[in-house]
């Protein structure tokens, strides 16, 4: 089978299964404690999500066959105005698991012409810098570097003692207009969203609103933190995950820093509220909290760094525009 073909629906319970048992890239592997099983199965999660927005894909002939899995995502689709699609998984469907000098680039042109004939206008990947296979792949196959991202991990909420204090309180269904105001006109020029010229700048404030609207009253975040100064609207948030669910499978007890806006006006909240997000998270029972960003948000690096957190790993972030606007 030298053609990319679509999986059908019943071995998509079998493709899901050999990624759960052999996949070796996955996220959180920094995670100190943390089962890989249990971190193969969280990642298989986001990568067969189930229903027909999910497109696995076989690619070569069985002795090299590839496994291919992307995901059209409807949110960010339906916000932006294009079709918008991410490939969650790329692995030999075969031993050995790890080639990284067999790069898959036939077989990721091949899957970027059949979602282009599938409807998809975009494609991004987001790749474990270790992943050397895939992003000798992605480059050959013509797609660009679009973001650097560093997760950072702080291991010891337990015994972690506050710089300071600072009044916060949950954000309310009332506050989101003017969080709505912070998040779209605090611009971080490096995300994924703001990176790329592909998508109409007004579509990604409306977006970026919506994020903070569906984090405080449709279930995006567990919490939603903000200054509590009586009188003022809130000029800065963050958002957070606890994922109590996958702590008994994980063995460790880690929540997430999901997303941080700062309004200029607002200097030196960033650092208040990570502050306090560490206490709100160690609260709820979580002894270990991480975080992404940019390579280039030197603000946050240094607001982290000094709090104790310490780098995880690095992810590579590609794309390629499969239909022009």
């Given at each position: 089978?030298?053609?990319i ?8 319970a079998a493709a899901r299964?050999?990624?759960?048992a ?9 995670l100190?404690?943390?089962s890989d099983?249990a971190?193969?199965e969280?990642m298989?999660e986001?990568?067969f999500?189930?229903g ?5 894909f076989e ?6 066959r590839?496994?291919?899995v992307?995901?059209?995502l409807k949110?960010d ?11 969650d998984?790329a692995m ?7 080639r990284?000098?067999?790069p898959p680039q036939?077989a990721?042109v091949a899957?970027?012409?059949e979602?282009?004939?599938r409807?998809?206008d975009y494609l991004?990947?987001?790749?474990p810098?270790r992943?050397?296979a895939l992003v ?8 660009s570097?679009?973001e650097?991202?560093?997760a950072?991990?702080?291991?010891q ?10 009044p916060?309180r949950?954000?309310l269904?009332?506050d989101v207009p003017?969080?709505g105001d912070?998040?779209?006109g605090t ?10 010229d592909?998508f109409d ?9 919506e994020?903070?609207?569906?984090s405080?009253?449709?279930?995006f975040?567990d919490?939603?933190?903000v200054?509590?100064l009586?009188?003022k ?6 958002t957070l995950n ?7 499978a ?6 997430q820093?999901?997303?941080?806006a700062?309004?200029p006006d607002?200097?030196?909240?960033l650092h208040r509220l990570v502050v306090?997000?560490m206490?709100?998270v160690?609260?709820?029972g ?5 975080f ?6 030197k603000?946050?690096?240094r607001?982290?760094e000094?709090?104790?957190?310490r780098?995880?790993?690095?992810t590579l972030?590609?794309?390629k ?5």
């Amino acid at each position: 089978m030298d053609d990319i073909s679509l999986l059908p629906e019943d071995r998509i319970a079998a493709a899901r299964q050999l990624a759960q048992a052999h996949a070796q890239f996955y996220p959180l592997t920094f995670l100190r404690g943390a089962s890989d099983q249990a971190l193969r199965e969280w990642m298989c999660e986001g990568a067969f999500p189930g229903g027909d927005g999910c497109l696995a894909f076989e690619y070569g002939p069985p002795d090299t066959r590839w496994l291919l899995v992307a995901n059209r995502l409807k949110w960010d689709s339906d916000w932006l105005g294009r079709q918008i699609a991410r490939l969650d998984l790329a692995m030999p469907a075969t031993a050995p698991f790890v080639r990284p000098h067999e790069p898959p680039q036939a077989a990721v042109v091949a899957l970027c012409d059949e979602l282009r004939r599938r409807g998809v206008d975009y494609l991004f990947a987001p790749v474990p810098a270790r992943h050397i296979a895939l992003v000798k792949a992605l480059g050959a196959a013509g797609f660009s570097l679009l973001e650097t991202r560093l997760a950072f991990w702080h291991g010891q909420l337990k015994e972690f003692v506050p710089p300071r204090r600072s009044p916060v309180r949950l954000a309310l269904a009332a506050d989101v207009p003017a969080l709505g105001d912070v998040s779209a006109g605090t611009v971080n020029a490096f995300d994924r969203f703001h990176a790329e010229d592909y998508f109409d700048a007004t579509a990604v404030d409306r977006l970026m609103r919506e994020w903070v609207n569906a984090s405080v009253n449709a279930g995006f975040a567990d919490a939603v933190l903000v200054p509590d100064l009586p009188g003022k609207p809130p000029r800065a948030l963050i958002t957070l995950n606890y994922h109590r669910r996958c702590w008994p499978a994980l063995r460790v007890k880690a929540s997430q820093i999901a997303m941080a806006a700062v309004a200029p006006d607002a200097t030196g909240w960033l650092h208040r509220l990570v502050v306090e997000s560490m206490l709100h998270v160690r609260e709820q029972g979580a002894d270990l909290m991480y975080f992404t960003t940019q390579a280039t948000n030197k603000a946050v690096v240094r607001v982290t760094e000094s709090l104790g957190y310490r780098y995880g790993e690095c992810t590579l972030v590609f794309r390629k525009v499969l239909a022009e606007r």
